[in-house]
């Protein structure tokens, strides 16, 4: 019987090509194939290195078709190192699909330390970062991205995210209106020549960037809401998060309502709320 190969979560440079692992070097140099983002891009750190391993690209277009190709690979004792175009795979990126069809199958998943831009920006942030949400990229469309915004205003932890360059003007502008003038920083070109942190109030950074141009995938981080009630004598304190939905609906609101309202008040994200409220 042919033992299963092992499917290795591989993080490589946000960045600077020294920022990696001697032990993912190593796995990328054994591994029978690399499943790559993007090729091109990941050719380039390979080069870099004198790696000659096998690739075939993984991303998100022919994620589900690769998907059952890989496994046959893993099946037949190959074992597979899992890269995206830099960072973690699996965090905004493709990765965590093969991940859960690889351990449904009982194939082995072997995660590797390595570079990510969210720890990365929040440690030179200056923010807290004792406690944080990480959101990822918030929605294109400008109604979604306001309504998660909206669920996002409560938290009382700093807000940490994915932005574009070519968005990042309307992801400030809908943060400024819906969250308030909060303190903020904008990561810019992590662990690169140009490396930038930009730190002020939202008002700020948004005078400050509409005289420049934009360049470079960015981290925004953004201080937590530090005037969320906390009065020790709310009656909610006391219930747990379907009691506390259940008390808000006596009071007249939909269930819907309710779900949103109950979010704010605990400070918490709408979808954990909303997860309690399904069988009620």
Not at 21 to 33: K, S
Not at 54 to 77: C, D, V, W
């Amino acid at each position: 019987m042919i033992k299963t190969g092992i499917l290795y979560i591989c993080p490589t440079p946000i960045g600077n090509l020294e920022d990696i692992t001697l032990r993912a070097l190593r796995v990328l140099q054994e591994a029978d194939l690399i499943a790559a983002e993007d090729t091109r891009r990941t050719l380039k750190l390979l080069n870099h290195y004198n790696i000659k391993t096998p690739m075939t690209s993984y991303y998100e277009h022919n994620k589900q078709q690769k998907s059952t190709y890989l496994i046959e690979q893993l099946k037949a004792g190959k074992n597979i190192a899992l890269v995206s175009d830099a960072g973690t795979p699996g965090i905004s990126d493709p990765g965590e699909e093969l991940v859960k069809k690889a351990l449904e199958e009982g194939i082995q998943v072997v995660s590797l330390p390595g570079p990510t831009a969210i720890t990365t920006a929040l440690v030179a942030s200056g923010l807290p970062a004792g406690n944080f949400f990480f959101r990822g990229f918030l929605p294109r469309n400008a109604k979604e991205r306001r309504l998660c915004l909206e669920d996002l205003k409560g938290l009382k932890d700093t807000i940490v995210l994915y932005v574009a360059p070519h968005r990042v003007l309307d992801v400030l502008e809908d943060c400024r209106g819906i969250l308030g003038n909060r303190k903020i920083v904008l990561a810019r070109e992590l662990t690169k020549k140009y490396e930038e942190f930009i730190r002020g109030q939202l008002s700020d950074v948004i005078t400050l960037l509409s005289n420049r141009e934009i360049k470079g995938e960015m981290v925004l981080l953004i201080e937590g809401n530090s005037s969320v009630q906390g009065e020790e004598n709310q009656p909610w304190q006391s219930m747990d998060i379907k009691s506390h939905i259940l008390w808000n609906m006596k009071k007249g609101l939909s269930k819907k309502d309710a779900v949103r309202v109950t979010a704010r008040e605990r400070g918490i994200p709408k979808r954990q709320v909303y997860a309690e409220s399904l069988d009620i």
